[in-house]
């Protein structure tokens, strides 16, 4: 049964027009006019003084109403038989219906969502009297909404002490910008820049965290991987062979400590995993002692018994601190050899299983795990896991192999440990929601001008908008830094295409492998983390482990000068995953 089409929505933006085309390279008045400037038609003595309308504007209480409907009242109250003109009536006719849009699509909890309710007659001020309004974000107040909802898009009351700073910096951002009213020199740059800084203080302590909660849950994952495959690779030895007590002692002790080792240390397709796997089923049949054994059986016992030993030792790195206790190790082995070679018997027994807690949840179909690993790390959801309240939470990790999802608060703590199965069962039970948070204000602005679409945008611009490719939310986690040299990704081939590196580096997706020819080994990793606001890259081995953190320009700045060759690798995986990154344009997130 095809059932990814039931997770589709995870992917959908609110409009075709991504973040990046903003702001738009035109005035959309023509538009605005054409589609609102037919309400009422202008009557010269009915006109209000645009001063006068500022000062309605101003006046005016119930920020529940749309600036429009706030003016209606207050004229209908007072009896003023005035009327906005036909461009003022249709530019607050405009910013009504994108605020509206804006309030459903980007909702903020409250009582943070209130304090933002004062700039609505500020905002309308700002479109009637200055023309870069009409050109979604390129106003300082579609800047500041835009990283406002994109800095509040976590934040919930439940939060605690973590709550306040932002609150703080929201009211005096609103505080300072209603100053506009009594002094037209207030800078709203400056006041943006302001919020921006001190929120992306907030944001960078809040992704430290999250990254820290991520290293430690990726490390434990891959503890827990790594105790579940020497256990497995141990037990399917022991379940062949039936051994002497004490070695089966030490199998179960420190060489399933070594296993684990050589795992975390070299990985599953490492040489040093093949050799660890070959020596524990050659020291099993080394002990079997069948009656009267032939000679090339004796002769063979001896081979192992003079390199056994060595091989034993060396990769017994959980007691490479203890020289005692891997010569007392290597000692008892060695006196059992001695009894096989002297065709003593040895008291051979059935060595119980390494016993493991196992996974309680059902694995699920493949398609819908499929589907779930293509969620990118940094999305934000709304996710009802309890009988209270739902949570906001960001996917900070994407646990491919363990089939698990761990999401992050606000404040960058961990908040929700889910396996896909759990996930999946909360998006059939639609307790999921899909949260936007880039760009909304400046979105819903084109949106309610009739401009969603990027033909949309080049039927305006009589030019063609290039569409960005689909670019990750930041950041899924990196685990511990790297032991050991990077592996080569599997049949990469370089990409050829004829194309600058802005655009390059903008197309980049998760996963991408690079080849980095700036040192004096060449490196070849891929692409994990994209921190998107703080322009940072981070990339990986095949093992998860990190191998270079590197910023955007920097990164620009190889591709110019031929250091970084940007490679692909085909597989049915990817296709899934770009699949799930094109979803339907008409689709909306509103589920």
């Given at each position: 049964m095809d059932v990814s089409h039931r997770y589709d929505h995870l992917e959908v933006i609110a409009l075709k027009l991504s973040p990046e085309h903003f702001p738009l390279p035109c005035s959309l008045r023509e538009l605005v006019m054409n589609r609102y400037g037919q309400v009422r038609g202008d009557t010269a003595d009915q006109t209000m003084p645009l001063e006068e309308l500022l000062d309605y504007l101003q006046r005016s209480e119930n920020h529940q109403l749309t600036p429009l409907e706030a003016v209606a009242e207050q004229l209908e109250a007072m009896g003023d038989p005035t009327q906005p003109t036909r461009e003022q009536g249709a530019t607050l006719a405009w910013l009504g219906a994108a605020l509206q849009d804006w309030e459903k699509r980007y909702r903020l909890e409250r009582p943070l969502a209130d304090l933002l309710l004062p700039l609505k007659p500020l905002v309308a001020a700002q479109a009637l009297t200055d023309p870069r309004?009409?050109?979604?974000?390129?106003?300082?107040?579609?800047q500041l909404l835009d990283r406002i909802v994109s800095s509040a898009i976590g934040w919930q009351p439940q939060l605690g002490r973590a709550r306040h700073a932002l609150e703080q910096h929201i009211q005096q951002a609103v505080t300072d910008s209603l100053g506009w009213f009594t002094n037209r020199d207030t800078d709203l740059n400056a006041i943006c820049?302001?919020?921006?800084?001190?929120?992306?203080?907030?944001?960078?302590?809040?992704?430290?965290?999250?990254?820290?909660?991520?290293?430690?849950?990726?490390?434990?994952?891959?503890a827990a991987d790594a105790r579940q495959r020497a256990a497995q690779m141990i037990n399917a030895c022991l379940q062949?062979?039936?051994?002497?007590?004490?070695?089966?002692?030490?199998?179960?002790g420190p060489w399933f400590a070594s296993a684990q080792l050589v795992l975390l240390k070299f990985g599953l397709d490492?040489?040093?995993?093949?050799?660890?796997?070959?020596?524990?089923?050659?020291?099993?049949d080394s002990v079997q002692t069948p009656e009267n054994a032939p000679e090339d059986r004796r002769q063979h016992i001896f081979e192992v018994v003079t390199r056994l030993p060595k091989d034993i030792k060396r990769l017994l790195l959980s007691l490479h601190h203890d020289s005692d206790a891997v010569?007392?190790?290597v000692g008892m082995i060695e006196f059992a050899h001695l009894r096989v070679l002297r065709q003593q018997p040895l008291e051979l027994e059935t060595i119980a299983a390494i016993e493991l807690p196992g996974e309680t949840l059902p694995p699920g179909d493949s398609e819908r795990a499929d589907t779930l690993r293509a969620i990118k790390a940094g999305q934000w959801f709304l996710i009802d896991n309890t009988d209270g309240a739902a949570?906001?939470?960001?996917?900070?990790?994407?646990m491919e192999q363990q089939q698990k999802l761990l999401f992050t608060n606000h404040a960058g703590l961990k908040a929700l440990l889910l396996h896909y199965v759990e996930f999946a069962d909360l998006l059939t039970a639609k307790k999921v929601t899909r949260l936007h948070q880039r760009a909304g204000f400046s979105t819903c602005l084109a949106r309610a001008a009739g401009v969603d679409t990027v033909e949309a945008m080049q039927a305006l611009t009589g030019m063609v908008v290039p569409e960005p490719p689909p670019v990750a939310e930041a950041p899924p986690s990196p685990p511990a830094e790297p032991t050991a040299t990077a592996a080569p990704a599997p049949e990469?081939?370089?990409?050829?295409?004829?194309?600058?590196?802005?655009?390059?580096i903008s197309g980049l997706p998760m996963g991408a492998w690079l080849g980095f020819h700036d040192?004096?080994?060449?490196?070849?990793?891929?692409?994990?983390v994209h921190d998107k606001d703080l322009d940072m890259y981070l990339f990986v081995n095949r093992e998860g482990l990190k191998m270079r953190e590197i910023s955007r320009r920097d990164l620009l700045a190889l591709i110019e000068q031929g250091q970084v060759d940007i490679l692909e690798t085909r597989s049915s995986f990817r296709s899934q995953v770009s699949r799930a990154q094109d979803p339907p344009a008409e689709q909306d997130q509103e589920e």
């Open positions: 309004f009409f050109q979604p974000g390129e106003h300082p107040l579609h820049a302001t919020f921006a800084e001190a929120s992306e203080r907030d944001r960078s302590r809040a992704r430290r965290m999250a990254l820290r909660v991520a290293e430690t849950e990726s490390g434990q994952a891959r062949e062979f039936p051994a002497p007590a004490s070695i089966g002692e030490f199998l179960k490492s040489e040093q995993w093949s050799k660890m796997s070959e020596t524990t089923h050659t020291l099993l010569s007392d190790a949570v906001r939470v960001k996917l900070s990790l994407n990469p081939r370089a990409i050829k295409e004829n194309l600058n590196p802005v655009q390059l040192g004096a080994t060449p490196l070849l990793a891929k692409l994990a």
